[in-house]
């Protein structure tokens, strides 16, 4: 189920949109300010942001500059500026839509849609990813292993995914860390060191000799097939 991180200090926005939302069988999840914004991101881990500009601890646009520094997640923006300039400022910080108010739901929810399809992995790519011992199914969320759905929880589905969409490359320990954790972590290289642990006793045939959650020391952590 795709989750929504609603950002707006307009509570009669922040109702329609989570009424909205949940109808269509979307999870929701809301913030009033960028400060919460950030934290919420970092904790729930949203498919899509919906984010208004005028908030009233920052502007949008610096939350748009600080999720970009650790993620990848779509970015709608939904802001009653209406000048070119603005506009331009809040796509060139790493937003992927915008949308003026006011606004149709019917727009808004088509181009919610649309900024999810586009996160997801393209045509001919790796939607559903096969080791010679599990299967990970990004689109699904979930893996399998010997005919069976593994049970993962979130921080573990997250540093996963994180692996496997890296596609075989080295992710570094700080970017992961901040990818799955939040932008305020980058040192604490335990978190990682733990929770591969677990992966690995859950996913590995031999977790001692991993074959597909790799560590290179000092360095970061690979995927390979």
Do not use: C
Not at 31 to 49: K, N, T, W, Y
């Amino acid at each position: 189920m795709t989750r929504v991180l609603v950002v707006d200090d307009d509570p009669a926005i922040v109702r329609a949109l989570v009424i909205n939302l949940r109808a269509r069988q979307y999870e929701v999840d809301s913030a009033e300010d960028g400060a919460g914004a950030l934290r919420a991101a970092a904790a729930r881990h949203p498919d899509v942001v919906v984010l208004d500009l005028g908030l009233p601890d920052t502007d949008g646009v610096d939350v748009i500059r600080r999720l970009r520094e650790w993620s990848r997640v779509p970015i709608l923006v939904l802001s009653a500026r209406h000048a070119s300039g603005e506009k331009v400022q809040a796509l060139d910080a790493g937003a992927d839509d915008y949308v003026t108010k006011p606004f149709g739901m019917d727009e808004l929810l088509a181009r919610l849609r649309a900024a999810v399809r586009r996160a997801e992995p393209a045509d001919g790519g790796d939607v559903v990813v096969e080791t010679g011992t599990f299967t990970v199914d990004l689109a699904a969320k979930k893996v399998h292993r010997d005919g069976r759905d593994v049970r993962l929880t979130p921080t573990e589905w997250h540093l996963l995914e994180a692996l496997v969409r890296a596609g075989g490359r080295l992710v570094g320990q700080r970017q992961l860390l901040r990818e799955v954790w939040g932008p305020s972590y980058g040192t604490e290289t335990n978190y990682l060191r733990v929770y591969m642990a677990q992966l690995r006793r859950k996913l590995e045939a031999d977790p001692s000799r991993p074959r597909h959650l790799i560590t290179e020391p000092g360095m970061g952590y690979r995927f390979e097939k």
